[in-house]
């Protein structure tokens, strides 16, 4: 279930953001405020369990900050690029959750490891390549979009390296809440400019489309939570949850028409598939 709901949400995200007039900033407000209410009723409904702030002040801090900057950059590449490179580029989120361990937890590098890594950066090279054309505006909003994708992917990364940390002792429903809640208040602090629009854009379609994402990635997130917090194994969670990929792919072809260079997408979803196996 989680994965077909963060397949929808990525394909959504495409077609929603692409839209000249759509600002990512205020999609990533109102996405995180329906996220908070989807998942915060959910948690309700479990006996929400508040976490002790004391003790993870920084990491909440740092999930704030984080989670911020990862959807608004999600959203932004989302409005500059097709939904199959998106979601393959920031897919590097593995290598750089996978750094950030090494440098936090201090966890072994294996020559493993590294295969699976130089196969997830073939892959991003793989997909983003393209050859000089005419179009070189829209070649530097695609570039742009490919750029805001790999940042997405950095702050997911060392998100999910922080989430690992605070779940060992946190309820997840109720962290995930929280995981929403905290990036809208930063959301709100770090691009003040761009709130001062709320209200001019603020229409039944924008309300729509952002409960429509809201709702697929809270059923993605609380399928993903519930799944480690109940003692799933991290071996078969990541190559089930990394399907997301292949299917983003799948919906972006049939849905949206994404068929520009197929064949490399498709070696891109494969590598990227099996660097992640390599990486568990």
Request: aromatic fraction near 12%.
């Amino acid at each position: 279930m989680g994965v077909l709901a963060y397949a929808g949400y990525y394909t959504l995200s495409r077609v929603f953001l692409k839209d000249k007039k759509s600002d990512a900033v205020i999609y990533a407000i109102l996405f995180n405020i329906v996220c908070t209410l989807i998942v915060g009723a959910y948690a309700c409904t479990q006996g929400f369990e508040l976490l002790d702030i004391s003790a993870y002040w920084l990491n909440i801090l740092v999930m704030g900050v984080i989670y911020a900057l990862a959807q608004v950059f999600i959203f932004q590449a989302s409005k500059m690029t097709e939904a199959s490179e998106v979601i393959i580029i920031s897919s590097t989120r593995i290598l750089w959750a996978i750094g950030a361990a090494i440098v936090f937890l201090d966890e072994n590098f294996t020559l493993q490891k590294s295969i699976g890594a130089a196969l997830i950066l073939v892959a991003v090279a793989l997909v983003s390549y393209q050859k000089s054309s005419k179009k070189k505006k829209a070649s530097k909003s695609v570039v742009a979009g490919r750029v805001y994708a790999l940042l997405a992917g950095l702050c997911l990364g060392i998100g999910f390296v922080n989430d690992s940390y605070i779940l060992k002792t946190a309820d997840a429903p109720s962290y995930a809440a929280l995981v929403f809640f905290v990036p809208t208040l930063m959301t709100l602090l770090i691009y003040r400019p761009s709130v001062s629009k709320f209200k001019k854009q603020l229409n039944a379609t924008l309300l729509r489309n952002s409960a429509l994402l809201g709702m697929f990635y809270a059923i993605g997130i609380l399928a993903s939570y519930t799944a480690y917090q109940k003692g799933g194994d991290a071996s078969q969670i990541v190559p089930i949850g990394q399907s997301v990929v292949i299917l983003t792919v799948l919906f972006s072809v049939v849905f949206l028409s994404e068929r520009d260079h197929l064949a490399r997408k498709a070696l891109g979803t494969t590598m990227v598939t099996l660097g992640v196996l390599l990486l568990i």
